[in-house]
C-alpha cells in the first residue's frame, strides 16, 4: 500500500468505528469499547508505519469534492514533516488514552455512547492533521468542535455538563465565525486555499502578505486558532469543558484538541504578518502568567489542570508570536506527554475517590497509589521544566527565544520574557500545590482513606505517557538508531519540524552568552517554587491557605478575574437589550405586517367570497349568467 | 325560396333562450335537464347552418361531438337524479342546497 492510501485508512477507520457503535454497538459498552480502542491502536500502528517508511518527499494527493460553476472544493491530505509529528502525537496518545478509559469509564452507563464519541473525534482530528487545504480543514475543525460538545456531555443528566457542552460550542463558534470570513478572504485575495499553493505563493511574493488584506486574513484566521486553543478573550470554555469524563478532558481539552489550534496557525505560519504574530505573542504571554495565578484558585483538581493547559497554550502562542512555530509544536509535542499524563493521574485519582474531585478532600495518596503518584510527581517535574524532563526542552527554549527577543529587538520585548518567566514560576507552584495536597499529608475524607491503586487498564497508560514525561525530550540530543529512521523515542522525520528552531535558539542564547544565566534562573524558579509549595501547602488542612489568608485574592483567582461574570453581564444586560430593539422589528414587520397581515387578508376576502356560496342552484345560474355578460363586455370592448 | 342563414339563427337563439329560461324559473331538475338539452339543441342547429353556409363539415362534425356527450351526459345525469331522488325523496332544487354548509 501506498502512503496515501495507508493515510485514507487512517482517516477512515475511525469513522467506521462510530457508525459501527452508533448502529449496532450502543447497548453493548464493552464491545464498543474494545472496538474503539483497537481502532486506536490500529491507528497508531498505521500511523508509525507510514511515517517511518516515509521518504521525505511532501505528499499532496487531492480529489475534488463539489463544484459549484468556477469554483471546485477538493479534498486531500497535505503530508510533510509538521504532520507527520502531529500524527504521531494525536495517535499515540489517543491510543493510550482510550485504552485508559476502558478502566476509567467501567461502570459508566453510557460506554456505547463515550466510545462512539471518542471514534468521531478520532475521525475529526484525524481529518484536521491531514487536511491539504482550509476548507477541508474548516469541515473537520467544526466536526472537532460537534464531539467536543458531545464529550462534554457526556453526563447530561448533569446540568453543569449541559450548560458547559453548550458554552463550549457557542464560544467556539465566535471565534469559527472569524475563522470563516478569513477562508474566505484567503481565496479571494489570494486566489485558492491549497496550503501548498498558498505557501507557494507566500514563498515567491513575501511582498503580499505584509500588505492590510494580509493583516486581516492573519488575524481572522487567527480567531478560529483563539477559539480552538482558548486564547485570550475566548478562553473561558476550557474550564467549564472539564464537566466531561476526565479520559476527555486528557484527550481533547488538554493534548489534541486544543493544541490543534497551535498545529493550524504552525501550517499557515507564512499567512500571518508581524502585527498578527504580536498579538499572539503578547495575549500569549500574558494568557501564560494570568491562567498560571488562577491555577492557584482552584481546589477541583481537574479546573486547576485545566488553568495549566491554559497557561501552556499561552506558551505555544508565543513561541507563534516570536516567530518560531517549530517551538510551538515541539512544546506541544510534550505538553501532549505530560499534560496527558497529569490528566490521567487525576483521572485514576478521581475514580480511586469515588468521584471526589476536590483537593482538599484528598491527601495521602501517594503510598495507596504508588504507580499513580510517581507518574503524577515525574510529570509535575516535566510541566515545571526542572532540568532533564521533557518540559524543560521546551518550555525553556522558548522562555530563552523571548529573552532573545528582548535583547535584539528592544528591552520592550523582555516584558514577554518577564511573563513567560512568571508563568514558569507558577506552574512550579501550582504543580508543588495540586502534588502535595493530592499526594501527601493525611487522608482528609472517608473515600481518601479507602482509595486504592487503580487497574491495569488505567496504571500502563499513566506508566507509558509518565517515562515519556521524563524522556521524550532527549530526542534534541540527536541518538540516531534504527539506521537513522529513529531519533531516541521519535521517528527522525517527525523531529525535523522543531530540531531546527530548537538549536537556532539555543545557540543564539549560547553566542551571547547568556545560556546559563538563563538555565539557572528557570531552575531556581522552578525548584524554588517547589519547595515553597511543599511547607506552605503540604501542612494544608481541609481549606485552602491562601483562602484562610488573603480570601480577597482567592476569590479573584477562583473567578480568574471575572470574566464570566463581564461575559454573563454582556450577554443579558447588553445583547439581551440589543435582542429586545431587534424584536421590536419582528414584531411589527414579521408578525403584525407579514403574518397577521398576509392571514387576516386571506380571511377576509374568504368571509366575503363565502357570501355568494348560497347553495341554491338558481343564485349559480344567475352568477354564470353575470360572468357570461363581463366576458361579452370584455369581449366587446365595451368595458 | 330557402330560408337563409339569418332564420336559423333567430330559431337558434330563441331555442336558447327558452332553455336557459328553463333553466333559470324551473324548480324541477328533471325539467332543468330538459331545458339544457334545449341549450344544446340551439347549440347544434347554430352550428349546423354555420356549416352550410361556409360550405365546410367542420361544424356538423362538431354536431356528432355534442350529440355523442350529451348522450353520455344524459346516461350520467339521469343516473345522479334518480340516485338524488332515493337518497333525499325529492328532485326540487330549493331543497338540494346542502353544499351550503
Known sequence: MSITEILAVILLMPLASAVLIAVFLRKYGKAAAALSTVVGFAIMGLSLYAILTWDGVTLHPSWEWLRFGGYAYSMGFYFNSQTALMLLVVSFVAAWIQFFSIGYMNDDDGQGRFFGGLSIFMFSILGIVLADNLVMLFVFWELVGFSSYMLIAHYFTTDFANMASKKAFIVNRIGDFGFLLGIAWCWQHYGTVDLAQLGAIAAKNPGLITGSAAVGIGLLLMCGFVGKSAQFPLQVWLTDAMAGPTPVSALIHAATMVAAGIYFMARVFFLLPPYTQHWMMWSGAAMTAFAGLCALGQTDIKKSLAYSTLSHLGYMATALGLGYPGLALFHMAMHACFKATLFLGSGSVIHACHHEQDIYKMGGLFKKMPVTGLTFAMASLSIAAVPFFSGSYSKDTIISAAFMKGMNEGSVYYGVYALVLFGALCTALYMGRLFFVVFLGKPRSEHAEHAHESNAFMTAPLVVLGFLSLTAGWVVYGWNWAGGKMDWVMPAVTVQPFMAAFTEVTESVEKAGVGHVLDIVSVVLALAGMIFTYFFYGKAGEKDPVAARMPGVFHVLERHGWFDDVYDWYVAKVQERVCDVLAIFDRIFIKFVCVRGSGGAAGLAGALLRRTQVGNIHAYVYWFLAGVLLYWAFATGKI | ?101
Open chain 2, 1 to 101: 325560396m330557402h330560408p337563409g342563414l339569418q332564420a336559423y339563427l333567430t330559431v337558434a337563439v330563441i331555442l336558447f333562450a327558452i332553455g336557459f329560461g328553463g333553466v333559470l324559473v324551473r324548480r324541477n331538475t328533471l325539467v332543468i335537464y330538459m331545458c339544457l338539452e334545449l341549450m344544446l339543441s340551439a347549440a347544434t342547429l347554430a352550428l349546423t347552418a354555420f356549416s352550410r353556409y361556409n360550405n365546410m363539415m367542420d361544424g356538423v362534425l362538431f354536431v356528432f361531438f355534442i350529440i355523442t356527450v350529451a348522450a353520455a351526459e344524459v346516461a350520467v345525469g339521469l343516473a345522479i337524479i334518480v340516485a338524488l331522488y332515493r337518497r333525499r325523496g325529492s328532485v326540487v332544487v330549493d331543497d338540494l342546497n346542502h353544499l351550503k354548509d
